[in-house]
């Protein structure tokens, strides 16, 4: 029989005893998560982040000492490895882009139903992006100033094939179906992704598509037919 797949590991970050205690309660209910442990703000959640190296961070935001936006920062820099998805009642489109600035692989609200709040746990862990009902169209239609032009401007510098990739990354494609659309590996898709990625200075797709959707690096030529 084969071996069943090891839980997702997770440190649950909320100053809101309640709100620790219900989702301790609903991971109870699933072999498929398990709590390894807990943090009531910003600056417990990095110190426990580094100490327990968990799968999956859920972050709230509105923490004293320092905040979910900044400590998710923090984390995505020192432990590259772990995923960190936001868990608010904040729906604002400037919580949600500085989030996923910050290297935040996911936004969901605190509505959101138990059974869909452990599938998405599962699929941010797997490199999936998970969002909210609306909160990913409303990221992606937000047009800020462009504030890093320096980096944007080294988009010039991708092939052909990279910006049929871009292309393809900015309508929401996964690297499966980009890989299918281009008759390419998903692994050469892995490395054109990171090769852009590399070039903007940017650490997720997700990002990387705020900025081309803010009109950063001439955007507008790379995104023509």
Known sequence: ??????PVRVLLVDDEAIVRYGLK??????AEIEIVGEAC???DAIAKAKSLQPDVVLMDISMPLMNGVAATGHICRALPGVK???????????HL??????????????????????QSIQSAYKGYMQFGPG???KLLQQRQ????QTQLDKLVDVTPREQDVLKLICEGASNREIAQALHITEKTVKNHVS???????????????????????????????
């Open 1 to 6: 029989m084969a071996k069943s797949e090891s």
């Open 25 to 30: 309660a609903v991971a109870r209910c699933t």
């Open 41 to 43: 703000d910003g600056e």
């Open 84 to 94: 960190i998805m936001i868990l608010t009642t904040h729906d604002d489109v400037q």
């Open 97 to 118: 882009t500085e989030a996923m600035q910050q290297g935040a692989v996911g936004y969901l609200l605190k509505n959101t139903p138990p059974e869909d709040f452990v």
């Open 135 to 137: 909160l990913g169209q």
């Open 145 to 148: 100033p462009v504030t890093r």
């Open 195 to 225: 090769s852009i990625l590399s070039q903007v200075g940017v650490k997720s797709r997700t990002q990387l598509a705020i900025w081309v959707n803010n009109g950063g690096a001439h955007s507008s030529q790379l995104l023509s037919v």
